[in-house]
């Protein structure tokens, strides 16, 4: 079975800039002779680096310079900035799906990368959320999060745990997984006092949770608010709030959270794939991860991205075309073995070479095998509105008030989270 390599390190530092004189904005670079130069931007880790250098060689006249934040927030924030001043875009922009509705609430500033290249390319509700109000295809899906539950075999078996892959998915309830199981497994772990909390952030187990949902947040008939009113949504606040104490107090992506893994931190994480590069990076020399194909409620997805082009592009024509490349199934394989990031191409997820790819870190995991597992047990994708993004960071910060800063009870938070929620209507 193939093995994915050795991951880099999640990037600390935003935007890294690779490649000689890249500048934040769309490149006009070009000359009589026809060579041309593109931007890209990205954020965290998308496996790039040597396709960008395949990509070059492949088109000798084409040269692309790649701008890197370390976290789709400070992705975000430049995107906006840019989109606003009407200048400043790459070429090619990354998006992360959660603002991706602030590309299709913006249409003409947008390629439309329609083309009978790409049809049937990707899984249609993949394409339904890239695609605008008048039917535009404004992004490429680059990659899908389908989650598993990512765990410390060694930390299991200290508290008299099964540690093995396939006891441990039948720990969690196996195909009949729920979120009760997940907690029943959390309170026999802290009940073994080992010292070590069960899971890393409340906040994480909350919105993976969530992402179960299709309608949650916002009201796709009419785009109003509904997340302070949806009993579901308290039942997740709620029940969350009441297994805080299986938590590391942890919020992710902070320093704190970072340095967690190399301090038996915790052992569990509800791990979409391209988490596994996140954890190998910050766990480096740490041994004893594996990945089990089980997740509660069935199955999720978290995360995903696009590639899309802004209408400030010099080189819109360029761009589309390296936009495409990059998100031929056979880059995807290669991104896959590179970071974990799951293919959203339909011919890599049913390619014998992703089904044979293993990762040594986790153990010689079959990831490639479970991840697909895990793709499959998605049953619901939650619609993102305008105002996603905004809700569930504010639904974010209400559980961190209470888990991490420990600065407001869940009741004071939860009333804080409806006055925000009532400030974004």
Known sequence: MRSIPKALVLLAAAPLVLLAGCSASGSDDSSADGKVTLSISTFSEWGYDDLIEE??????DITIEQNKFATSDEAKEKFQTSLGAGSGLSDIVGVDNSWLPQVLENPDNFVDLSSPDVEGRWNQWNVD???SADGKLLGYATDIGPSSITYRADLFEAAG??????SVAELFGGDDATWDDFFAVGEKFKAANTGVPFYDASASVAT??????EVLWEDPENGDIIAG???ELKKIYDTTMKHDDLSAHLARWTEDWNSSFQNDGFA???SPS???GVIEGNAAGVTGWDVADV???GGGNSGGSYLTVPTQSEHPEEAQALAEWLTAPEQQLKAFESTGNFPSQVEAQNSEELQQVTNEFFNNAPVGQILTDRSAAVKEIPYKGDNYFAITDAFNKAINRVSVDKTQNAQESWDMFLDELGNLE
């Open 229 to 231: 009113t949806n009993p």
């Open 129 to 131: 959320l890239a695609t």
């Open 208 to 213: 993976s949770w969530g992402d179960q949902y």
């Open 55 to 60: 990509y070059q060689e492949l088109n000798p």
């Open 295 to 297: 997740f509660p409620g």
């Open 268 to 270: 569990v994480m509800l």
């Open 161 to 166: 745990l099964p540690s093995d892959r396939e």
């Open 274 to 276: 391209w988490m596994l």
